[in-house]
């Protein structure tokens, strides 16, 4: 389940910084700037959900509001003495309050499948019931505890959450010595984006339908507690091998809509215009523009709007969505609307691009996708839309084909092999080219140039090239000043000694050469050849 929390370095991921001088600045949650990784190499802790489920706190009491580092001291004893280490305890005390620890050995780690810039996640099995779980390893720079704050925030936020479409954190590892912690998770077997590029998968409308409300109830049911996701994308939506999807990563999830909130979070791809113009207070609006292009997408089979750049992205979503009205940009005033605000008009033509979509899913893409966030709706009226209700119906996730596990990174796996097996081919194409001309009896000075000593009144030389051993005769005539190569029938005229003759190496035009450009390289070198020859011999 490597798509779970593993942030990519990419261009994707370029909102990072600007979140943590948010989180400096307002919530005094703080991730560090030089990241939290640092290498596991100590036994470790386990510490589970207790078997009567998460206990159940306020808001407050979360600590979402940003004060999960004050634990009384009595809870912390008690925390120390269940096991764990004092630099959670003491900074993250609310956030593990109520778990308690298991036995160092409850997991094997079986492989890695996922890498980020910010945590690494693994295949493992819970030794104690047999299941396969997902881990995700969050390393601290010297535990520093804003670092750790802002890890806490995670936690508490997947602590609020209970519902099918969710994904569920089902215990904490932890390791004293290094200054680690794993997330462990339930493992899904695969994500949306790795099944849209697996050759072998195909969705139904039926089968679309059945994802796109599955991720509109889990979106339901995070923004009816407060809970803003932040980056939903295919690959954060994960499946498992019941059909059932889960929204999964929510480290870049946030509750606390008071303060003025970063604009560089949502993976690119996905995020919404507002936060492409710099705005800091927006709410479920932002997830749901993503929603609407992951709906898209899986009509589509590809992402709708690829931009490689900010400047880009924005260029593209007016295009295709149209160019705000002076409404708009009157009521938002957002930071960047001056700099990128488009010199043309641009027309709506959603309904063009998409127009082989079924009419009810155009529908509700043209409400998601729409360019003032007010005109969105939310999850639960995106629920009522006819999409939902006209035939086929989604059908049921039990139902649905039982994959090969597909996820981002094997998708990501699949075209680097692609890619290094075509270089092999060209790389073979070019050896059997060389074992081509060896066979058929060139030589490897297979090209003879055998220059004029006499010049024609038009000042064009008479170069005549043969290759040897084989039946292929290629006589060229030379203008000195253009370069510009003809034909000629003779291919006797300038007969040189053999002791002056100039050979080259390899064939006369090599694939993909520039023939003017070798024609000329030639002529250089009967020149120099000729003056050699008058030179007087010593």
Same mark, same amino acid.
């Given at each position: 389940m490597g798509c779970i929390c593993a942030k990519e370095s990419n261009v994707h991921d370029d909102y990072v910084p600007e979140m943590e001088k948010e989180v400096r600045e307002g919530s005094g949650l703080l991730k560090c700037d030089d990241g939290y990784e640092r290498p596991v190499n100590a036994k470790t802790r386990v510490i589970e959900r207790p078997k009567s489920g998460p206990q159940r706190h306020s808001t407050a009491s979360l600590g979402l509001g940003l004060g999960m580092s004050r634990v009384a001291?009595?809870?912390?004893? +008690?925390?120390?003495? @269940? $096991?764990?280490?004092?630099?959670?305890?003491?900074?993250?005390? =609310? #956030?593990?309050?109520?778990?308690?620890p298991r036995s160092p050995d409850s997991y094997q780690k079986l492989n890695k499948i996922g890498q980020g810039t910010y945590s690494s996640v693994y295949r493992a099995r819970d030794l104690t019931t047999d299941k396969i779980v997902a881990m995700k390893l969050v390393r601290f720079s010297n535990m520093d505890p804003d670092s750790v704050r802002?890890?806490?925030?995670?936690?508490c936020i997947l602590r609020r959450l209970d519902h099918t479409n969710v994904i569920k954190l089902e215990a904490l590892v932890t390791s004293r010595i290094s200054g680690s912690?794993?997330?462990?998770?339930?493992?899904? +077997?695969?994500?949306? @984006? $790795?099944?849209?590029?697996?050759?072998?998968?195909?969705?139904? =409308? #039926?089968?679309?339908?059945?994802?796109?409300?599955?991720?509109?109830?889990?979106?339901?049911?995070?923004?009816?507690r407060g809970v803003l996701h932040r980056d939903i994308k295919g690959s954060n939506l994960l499946v498992g091998e019941n059909g059932i999807l889960k929204i999964g990563d929510f480290g870049l999830a946030t509750c606390d809509r008071k303060q003025a909130l970063t604009s560089h979070v949502v993976t690119l791809w996905y995020r919404a215009p507002e936060l492409l113009l710099g705005a800091t207070r927006y709410g479920v609006e932002i997830d749901m523009w993503s929603a609407g292009c992951i709906l898209a997408e899986l009509f589509a089979g590809k992402p709708i709007m690829p931009g490689r750049t900010e400047v880009e992205e924005l260029h593209?979503?007016?295009?295709l969505c149209g160019s705000p009205t002076e409404e708009y940009w009157g009521k938002t005033k957002l930071p960047q609307a001056t700099s990128f605000r488009p010199q043309r008009v641009y027309k709506r033509r959603v309904a063009e691009a998409f127009k082989y979509f079924p009419s009810s899913a155009l529908a509700l893409v043209e409400v998601l996708l729409s360019i003032d966030p007010d005109l969105r709706g939310t999850a639960s009226s995106a629920l009522k839309s006819a999409f939902f209700t006209?035939?086929?119906?989604?059908?049921?996730?039990?139902?649905?084909?039982?994959?090969?596990?597909?996820?981002?990174?094997d998708a990501k796996l699949r075209e680097e092999e692609a890619r290094r097996r075509k270089a092999e081919r060209v790389k073979g194409h070019g050896a059997e080219h060389q074992r081509a001309v060896l066979e058929n009896g060139s030589?490897?000075?297979?090209?003879?140039?055998?220059?004029?000593?006499?010049?024609?009144?038009?000042?064009?030389?008479?170069?005549?090239?043969?290759?040897?051993?084989?039946?292929?005769?290629?006589?060229?005539?030379?203008?000195?000043?253009?370069?510009?190569?003809?034909?000629?029938?003779?291919?006797?005229?300038?007969?040189?000694?053999?002791?002056?003759?100039?050979?080259?190496?390899?064939p006369l035009i090599p694939q993909g050469g520039n023939m003017d450009h070798l024609l000329k390289q030639h002529e250089r070198q009967i020149q120099e050849a000729l003056r050699k020859s008058r030179l007087p011999k010593p």
């Open positions: 001291s009595a809870s912390k004893a +008690e925390q120390l003495a @269940a $096991g764990w280490p004092s630099w959670l305890a003491s900074v993250a005390g =609310e #956030a593990i309050h109520g778990w308690t802002f890890m806490a925030r995670e936690i912690l794993y997330l462990v998770f339930e493992y899904m +077997e695969h994500d949306l @984006a $790795g099944l849209l590029a697996s050759p072998e998968v195909k969705f139904t =409308e #039926a089968q679309i339908k059945c994802f796109v409300k599955q991720m509109l109830l889990g979106l339901q049911h995070c923004h009816s593209k979503i007016f295009k006209s035939h086929p119906l989604p059908c049921d996730p039990s139902s649905l084909p039982k994959y090969p596990p597909c996820k981002e990174l030589s490897h000075y297979d090209a003879m140039i055998r220059p004029t000593a006499t010049a024609t009144a038009t000042g064009v030389k008479t170069l005549s090239c043969s290759r040897q051993g084989s039946q292929l005769h290629h006589p060229f005539e030379i203008d000195d000043n253009e370069g510009v190569a003809t034909t000629s029938n003779n291919d006797s005229i300038g007969y040189v000694p053999k002791k002056d003759r100039i050979f080259r190496s390899g």
